[in-house]
């Protein structure tokens, strides 16, 4: 098992809906999570850290860690078209980990 | 604050060359880490420093190595250039290392090997 795992997607969401994006993760990693927002030739940016087990809410984005299932969530709340991108999950162990991303289109 | 930067934006070299690629990570920060991502693809490990150590390295060849300099910015020297290593390198930067620190990233260097 990977340290970090996405479902790829792609995942298309009407302008307005919630999108969900979720990542789980393997006892190789510790408790620093990240999402990352990477637009399509450019960088990753960051969007969000969580770090204890909960909500974790900023504007339109909420991030949820549960640690006993060891997974991490993402939602974007009223998705606008410039949301459409790839997202990036990632983690802390030995190293800084990162999923393999989630492609993300909102069709207006 | 300045964000992190890199240089060059665009390389482009034959295959057998040497490449370098910089990297200034945000002022306070001491961790530097760099990854590759080939079009279409993850980002990939390459190499974390911190505090002028290289700490951690990812499943790549020894062609791939670099070093942090006292003011913690880094340098990546890819040497024997092959066609597969045309991507876009990334550096990112954080306070803590891997105490939870979020990482920053640059803009990176697209690299261009013929």
Redesign the interface.
């Known amino acids: 098992q990977k340290e970090v795992e996405q479902n790829s997607g792609p995942l298309s969401v009407p302008e307005g809906a919630i999108a969900s994006l979720n990542c789980t993760y393997s006892d190789r990693v ?3 999570f ?1 999402w ?1 927002r990477q637009y399509s030739g ?5 969007i969000m ?1 969580i ?1 204890s087990n909960g909500d974790k809410e900023d504007g339109r984005f909420t991030a949820q860690l549960n640690k006993a299932s060891q997974y991490v969530s993402l939602l974007i709340r009223d998705s606008q078209p410039s949301d459409s991108a790839t997202y ?1 999950c ?1 983690a ?10 989630t492609s993300l289109t909102v069709i207006p | 604050e300045a964000g992190v930067t890199q240089s060059p934006t665009h390389l482009i070299k034959t295959r057998g060359q040497q490449a370098t690629l910089r990297c200034s990570p945000i002022s306070g920060h001491t961790s530097v880490y760099w990854y590759q991502q080939a079009l279409g693809l993850g980002l990939q490990f390459l190499l974390w420093y911190d505090e002028g150590e290289e700490r951690n390295r990812g499943n790549f060849p020894p062609r791939f190595s670099g070093r942090q300099f006292p003011n913690y910015s880094s340098e990546l020297n890819v040497n024997a250039l092959e066609l597969e290593d045309s991507a876009l390198y990334l550096c990112a930067s954080s306070r803590m290392g891997l105490a939870g620190g979020e990482q920053f990233f640059g803009p990176g260097t697209r690299l261009t090997v013929l």
Do not use: D
């Open positions: 510790s408790q620093s990240f990352y450019k960088s990753p940016e960051l850290s770090y990036l990632a802390t162990g030995n190293q800084f980990y990162f999923g393999t991303g």
